[in-house]
Structure formats: structure tokens, C-alpha cells
């Protein structure tokens, strides 16, 4: 008798000594009996008894063994009948779900049970199909076994493939395919899977949970937002253990709500999520898994600052989780430090390249690495505006930045083309230039140089700087010689001119944005233009896929020299008013359609004319394909009013941002 099955006779015999000295026939009678009254521990207790006594009693290691193999213990019915194959399957399923279920503290190590599972039940698989006379149940047993080890350890397109090919499957093995189907972004046929899954076994708890990711990746947000809201309320605070108080805390009901939150995030609800969250974070400070959804909620709301300490603290936490260099690796990329970030996504592709939120990292971090290309077209057709008209025309404007070239430094080229008719004669205007961008976590500043020609060539000099204060305010500021913002008229009239200006920004959270600023263009005809702009922007609804603002805006100037070849008021006014609607039509993963409206009216008040109304309509698509990729396109419809005199507008509008 080996010392493994030794060892379980010896410890069900401690559990009843007064039975020490029944003879063995008696206690084989009790065994037969308690199995006929389904008293299954009450037999292998009288096992053990006989097994004590004689150790070779065939009946008694059968007994037991039979009772252990109907009891998930077919490692220790091994120690007591050997390993036929059938029982050999028993023991290597077993290791599969030791291998998923206690794993190694040690990320780099967390497969080890499951790859030891999976080399076992292919050792068997093999010794079967090498036998003519193997139990075709046993065969296709194993290989469901083996399907649920390679999901663990995530060889998710062998788990499709075997899936497919033993359909129809059972339960855990049909949850093991939803799993695979959710990972290869299959999740129409995963949400199919994991009902499948709950038809069988309704309380089901991971596939609960699976069936709401597949519902957000599908994008069924508002009922995904039901689904996660039923789990929680099916989960107490706390458990009873057997014929007790519900005293024992439930951890699935810290999850469920973590995750009701979480889909709020993911579903356009940012401020419903973080309401949600902060009560389990103030809750459960030591938590890590609350603070990297903190985070998380942070980073969705606009305040990295904010997310990068709650990382900080998941970090100091639980400082070796894979869910945790995934955090503080984002929250590098969202700050701008892309050296920390690189180092941090190398570290995680070596560590878990399966991992999804891994290889999101790896497409973030090239994408913010490699060349940037942003290039807008926009061509305009105007009637009316008596002697100040602009015609017809067009704007062409692209920036190209660099690849770092020292830690923070980037060289960027910028190219203008820009066309119009007033009635004075055609006049254009083509523009070169060329510097170096900086960008900090907090600071992103350039100068550069440019060389233009056309109707009136120039040299100039720029220079741009932009800090973020903290998560909410913004200072930013601008200044060039021979300035892009004069007029194109005034170039006909050989004007030139150089701008100044500065912004300061406040933004509350994602639903609250307000804005001011002063600018100054110095005519080299001795004018001087000072301008005054204030803005809110305030969310006015907040849905999955949709939400509405509304927006107001004002607006003054002044002309030291009035009059002359271009509009120089000697002062206006305007304030208008309006509504931005922006609906997501489609996403599928990073690819997305969004159709975008917007309208303003208002009033523009100019010294010496009648108050008249203007107005702007923009309707526009945006196509997003990966995160290198967006294509913009619209159009727009404006009024705007010079010396009393409307005119009105129509522009097209072609965009594009590449990284490359």
C-alpha cells in the first residue's frame, strides 16, 4: 500500500477511533450501507477502517477509490487502483484546473501548472489514438479537457478549432469556446455561447461576467449596463456559512460592482462610473484592483495627473501584477514620457504577449513613436459681402512631425496653400516652414521658420507654447512675424503683419470646458487689432453613443486705424450661442464612424452699422480605421456680415491624421 493511500485510511480512521476494533466484515457492512442511504463520506470512513486493518482488502481500495473518483479526488483513487487511462484523464483535467486557478505569485511563471496539465493530456491523447481499441468517449473527453487547458493558456485559435470540430460541447467546455470566441473579437458568437453556457447553469458566475464583455464589445452598451446591474444585485455583501449569519464578506460582490462601474466607462458614462467607484475605493483603500479602476475612471474623465497617482498607488499595492504594469504603462503613454513607456511596454511584450491589453499598448506606443502626419483641405465658396467679399477660394494646410530625435524633441514642417477672389484681383498665399517641437509631460512648445510667396513673399518666425498647469487649467500662447492670421486682402495692398496672442483654459471634468483669450495683429500700415474671445462648453446629455453639448462664445476687437483695403471695424461685438450633437453610428474594436452636427446663431454688432444676425452649420463624418488613421470629412454653411453687408458661405472640409 503506498503512503498516499495509507495516509487517507490513517486520517479517516483518526476521525472515528471508537471504531478501531469493529472486525472488517462489520465495517464493510456499514460502508454497503451508508452507499445504498447515498452517505458517501460515512463509507469512505469504513474504508479507511478496513484499509487500516488490511491494507490489501481489494474491496475497500475499490470502494474508496470509487467514492474519491465521484468526488474530484482521482489522484488519491490512483494511490489505491493505479491509472487506467480513463482515470489518467480525471488526473490531468484535475491539473488543468489547478493550473487556471492557483497560479504563482510570479507573473513570468503563471502557466506552468496549466503547460504541465496540457503536456499530460497530450501524452494520453497520443497513447489513445495509438490504441485501435480506446474508448471514442474517453478520446473526445480528453480533448475537451485539453480545449479548456489551452484556453488558460490562452492558445485561444486551437480552442476555436477543437470547439468546432467536437460540437455540440457541454457547458464548461462551450464556456471555454465563448472565452476563445471574446478573445479572437468574435462577439456576436461568443454572447451566443455564453447564453448557451447559462441555459445549462444559470448562477454561473465567469460567465455572467463574460457574457457582459461581449455585450460592450459588440457594442449593446445599454444592455450591458442591465446585465452587469443584475449580476450586482444578485451578489449579498456578505455570505452565511452552513447554518450561520451572513457574517463572511463576498468577494464576488466587490467585483460586480467594480465591474457595473467600469461598463459605465467604457460606455460613454464617466461620471455615473466614477460616482460608482469612489464609494469601493474610499471603501477598501487597500485594494488594488479599485484604485487601477480609479485610474482607469480618471484617465476617461480628462485628468491623467489624477489617473498616474491612482496608479501609483495600485503599484504600491500590488507591484508584480500584470493588470498594474499595464496601468502605469498607459498612464506613461498618455504623459507624454514615451522612453518610460517603451521600456515599460518591452518589459509587458516579453512578459504576456497574448495579453490584449498588452498588444494595445504595442499599437499606442507606435503610433505615438512614428512619424505624425495632420493635413486639412478645406475649398470655400462665398456670395455677397459687398466691397469686402472674399470669393471663392481655398485653405490647404499640413503638418508633418518627426520621430524623436533626442528624448522629448521632434522636428516638424508645416505647408499652407491658400487661395481667394476678392474684387480687387485674385491673391495667394504659399508657405513653407520648418523647426523643432518640444513635448513634456506638462509642456509642449515649437519655433520654426517659414518662407512664403505668392502675392507678397515674406520671411517670418514663430513660436507656439502650450502648459498644462494641472488636470483642469491650461495656459497657452503664440506669437509669429509675418503673421498667417492677416488677411489675404491686406497682401494685395503689400501689408504684412505679425500676431501675438494668449489662452488660458479651464476644464472642470468631460462635461464642463471654459475658455478666454486676447490676441494682438500689428499691421505694418501702423494698424493694431486687439481682439477679446471668451467660451463655455457645457455636456448637456451623455449616452453610449451619443452625447450633446452646448456652447456659447464671445467675441470683441478693436482697430487702431480703421478703414483701409481690409475689414478693420473700429470695434465689433458678437456672442452666439449653439449646439454640438456627436453620434457614434459604428465601432467595431478601433475602427468607428462618427457623424457630428453643430449649430450657431447669433448677433454681430459693428461701430456704425444696424445689429445684424450670423450663424454657422457644420455637419461632418469621421473615420477612424486603427490608431494611426482617421479621415475627417464635411461641410459647412455660414453667414457673416462686414460694413452691414451679409455674405454667405459654403466650405467643404477633407482631413486627415496619419501616423506613420
Not at 463574460?210 to 460592450?216: C, D, N, P, S, T
Not at 474623465?301 to 498607488?313: I, L, S, T, Y
Not at 450657431?600 to 454657422?616: H, K, L, N, T
Request: charged fraction near 25%; glycine fraction near 8%; include cysteine.
Amino acid at each position: 500500500m503506498t503512503r498516499f493511500a495509507w495516509g487517507i485510511a490513517a486520517l479517516l480512521a483518526a476521525a472515528c477511533p471508537a471504531a478501531a476494533a469493529t472486525p472488517v466484515p462489520q465495517l464493510l457492512d456499514a460502508a454497503r450501507a451508508a452507499l445504498k442511504d447515498g452517505r458517501s463520506w460515512d463509507a469512505l470512513r469504513a474504508y479507511g477502517e478496513v484499509l487500516r486493518a488490511e491494507p490489501d482488502n481489494a474491496e475497500a481500495r475499490a470502494g474508496a477509490a470509487d467514492i474519491l473518483d465521484r468526488n474530484r479526488g482521482s489522484h488519491g483513487a490512483a494511490a489505491l487502483t493505479g491509472v487506467p487511462d480513463w482515470r489518467a484523464g480525471d488526473m490531468a483535467a484535475a491539473r488543468v484546473r489547478w493550473g487556471a486557478e492557483v497560479r504563482p505569485e510570479e507573473v513570468a511563471r503563471r502557466f506552468e501548472g496549466t503547460d504541465r496539465a496540457i503536456a499530460d493530456l497530450d501524452a494520453l491523447l497520443a497513447k489513445l489514438k495509438a490504441d485501435p481499441a480506446a474508448d471514442p468517449q474517453l478520446v473526445r473527453r480528453v480533448r475537451l479537457d485539453r480545449m479548456v487547458g489551452l484556453r488558460d493558456r490562452v492558445r485561444m485559435a486551437e480552442v476555436i478549432a477543437e470547439a468546432e470540430a467536437l460540437a455540440p460541447l457541454p457547458a464548461y467546455a462551450d464556456q471555454a469556446y465563448a472565452d476563445a470566441l471574446l478573445y479572437e473579437r468574435r462577439p456576436e458568437a461568443a454572447l451566443a455561447a455564453y447564453d448557451r453556457v447559462l441555459a445549462q447553469d444559470p448562477g454561473n458566475i465567469q460567465a455572467l461576467y463574460g457574457r457582459v464583455f461581449a455585450l460592450v464589445e459588440q457594442e449593446s452598451l445599454s444592455e450591458a449596463f442591465a446585465s452587469a446591474d443584475a449580476i450586482l444585485q444578485d451578489q449579498p455583501r456578505f455570505r452565511a456559512p452552513a447554518g450561520g449569519p451572513a457574517t463572511n464578506p463576498n468577494p464576488e460582490h466587490g467585483y460586480a460592482a467594480q465591474l457595473a462601474a467600469e461598463v459605465r466607462l467604457w460606455g460613454n458614462r464617466p461620471t455615473d462610473g466614477t460616482a460608482r467607484l469612489t464609494p469601493l475605493a474610499d471603501g477598501a483603500p487597500a485594494n488594488s484592483s479599485f484604485r487601477r479602476a480609479m485610474a482607469g475612471a480618471y484617465s476617461a474623465r480628462g485628468w491623467p495627473r489624477r489617473a498616474e497617482a491612482e496608479a501609483q498607488v495600485a503599484a504600491s499595492l500590488d507591484p508584480d501584477s500584470l493588470a498594474t504594469g499595464i496601468a502605469l504603462a498607459d498612464s506613461a503613454l498618455v504623459r507624454r514620457r514615451l522612453g518610460e513607456a517603451e521600456e515599460r511596454i518591452e518589459g509587458l511584450v516579453a512578459l504576456a504577449p497574448e495579453s490584449r491589453g498588452v498588444q494595445r499598448l504595442e499599437q499606442e506606443l507606435r503610433a505615438a513613436r512614428g512619424w505624425q502626419l495632420s493635413a486639412e483641405l478645406r475649398p470655400t465658396w462665398n456670395d455677397g459681402g459687398g466691397s469686402f467679399a472674399s470669393g471663392e477660394g481655398y485653405d490647404f494646410g499640413a503638418t508633418l512631425l518627426s520621430p524623436e530625435v533626442a528624448p522629448m524633441l521632434r522636428l516638424l514642417a508645416r505647408v499652407d496653400l491658400a487661395e481667394a477672389a476678392p474684387p480687387e484681383g485674385r491673391v495667394t498665399r504659399n508657405r513653407v516652414g520648418g523647426g523643432v517641437q518640444v513635448r513634456t509631460p506638462d509642456v509642449e512648445a515649437s519655433l520654426y521658420a517659414t518662407r512664403s510667396w505668392g502675392t507678397l513673399p515674406e520671411t517670418g518666425v514663430g513660436a507656439t507654447l502650450a502648459v498644462e498647469l494641472d488636470d483642469q487649467w491650461t495656459w497657452a500662447a503664440q506669437g509669429e512675424i509675418n503673421s498667417i492670421e492677416l488677411p489675404m486682402r491686406a497682401l494685395l495692398a503689400d501689408i504684412s503683419g505679425d500676431s501675438a496672442s494668449t489662452s488660458l483654459t479651464w476644464r472642470r471634468d468631460e462635461r464642463l470646458r471654459v475658455g478666454a483669450g486676447v490676441s494682438w495683429l500689428g499691421y505694418s500700415d501702423g494698424n493694431d487689432r486687439v481682439a477679446l474671445n471668451g467660451y463655455a462648453v457645457q455636456q448637456l446629455m451623455a449616452r453610449p453613443h451619443f452625447d450633446l453639448s452646448g456652447r456659447v462664445d464671445l467675441y470683441a476687437s478693436w482697430n487702431s486705424r480703421p478703414g483701409g483695403p481690409y475689414f478693420a471695424p473700429t470695434s465689433d461685438f458678437s456672442a452666439s450661442a449653439g449646439l454640438l450633437a456627436q453620434h457614434v453610428a459604428w465601432r467595431r474594436y478601433e475602427k468607428s464612424f462618427v457623424q457630428a452636427f453643430s449649430a450657431d446663431a447669433g448677433v454681430y454688432d459693428q461701430e456704425g452699422y444696424d445689429r445684424s444676425w450670423i450663424g454657422v452649420v457644420r455637419y461632418e463624418h469621421r473615420w477612424r480605421h486603427d490608431p494611426w488613421t482617421e479621415i475627417v470629412y464635411g461641410v459647412s454653411v455660414d453667414r457673416r456680415v462686414y460694413d452691414g453687408v451679409a455674405e454667405n458661405g459654403v466650405a467643404l472640409m477633407v482631413g486627415l491624421r496619419q501616423a506613420l
